[in-house]
T-cell receptor, first 115, second 109 residues
Framework: GAGVSQSPSNKVTEKGKDVELRCDPI?????LYWYRQRLGQGLEFLIY????????KSGLPSDRFSAERTGESVSTLTIQRTQQEDSAVYLC?????????????FGSGTQLSVL | DAKTTQPPSMDCAEGRAANLPCNHS???????VYWYRQIHSQGPQYIIH?????ETNEMASLIITEDRKSSTLILPHATLRDTAVYYC??????????WGAGTKLIIKP
């Protein structure tokens, strides 16, 4: 596609429910990132995928958070047993590769609200 | 890994040059400085990046001091559409971008 696509754009859920967020990266981009952005703050790194390599999960805040990516295509971020502190915008980005001159292309994010 | 420091907010008159400062006094020799901006309710947008030399593209110019302890992003002729949060970020040794709170730039007519 022309850009990074994320769905849904907005998600309202009840505390304790599971949610699944989807990211469609730019075709041909081998690197894919998930970030979380709380209101008025910068981006928090969550997880990174590079091709078929093992993902870098060092930013996941708890074991309630997980993500999958099949090859170099779609990725899903799953949050189990959602808590109110999970409310944030979840941003996905892709790039051609990870390196010193990487340029990330971001989607518009999913606004998650946990009631 | 380097940490960057930016003023929380700045104003600039429409049509004037907007100069956004960033301090990165602990940056190491091989860490790039990146600038992104985020317009309300959108994902961040890449602007420019550099290592040692000044850089210019169609969006902006990046001036990096010789000691690499600070840099300035210059938007030469600011428009109302340039109102956004601007992030100065250092790319870490394991290729992660560490994001701060950025500078909220308001362009005034």
């Amino acid at each position: 596609g022309a850009g990074v696509s994320q769905s849904p754009s907005n998600k309202v859920t009840e505390k304790g429910k599971d949610v699944e967020l989807r990211c469609d990266p730019i075709s041909g981009h081998t690197a894919l990132y998930w970030y979380r952005q709380r209101l008025g703050q910068g981006l928090e790194f969550l997880i990174y995928f590079q091709g078929n390599s093992a993902p870098d999960k060092s930013g996941l805040p708890s074991d309630r958070f997980s993500a999958e990516r099949t090859g170099e295509s779609v990725s899903t971020l799953t949050i189990q047993r959602t808590q109110q502190e999970d409310s944030a915008v979840y941003l996905c980005a892709s790039s051609l590769a990870r390196g010193r001159s990487e340029k990330l292309f971001f989607g518009s994010g999913t606004q998650l609200s946990v009631l | 890994d380097a940490k960057t420091t930016q003023p929380p907010s700045m104003d600039c008159a429409e049509g004037r040059a907007a100069n956004l400062p960033c301090n990165h006094s602990t940056i190491s020799g091989n860490e790039y400085v990146y600038w992104y901006r985020q317009i309300h309710s959108q994902g961040p947008q890449y602007i420019i990046h550099g290592l040692k030399n000044n850089e210019t593209n169609e969006m902006a110019s990046l001036i990096i001091t010789e000691d690499r302890k600070s840099s300035t992003l210059i938007l030469p002729h600011a428009t109302l559409r340039d109102t956004a949060v601007y992030y100065c970020i250092a790319l870490t040794s394991n290729y992660q971008l560490i994001w701060g709170a950025g500078t909220k730039l308001i362009i005034k007519p």
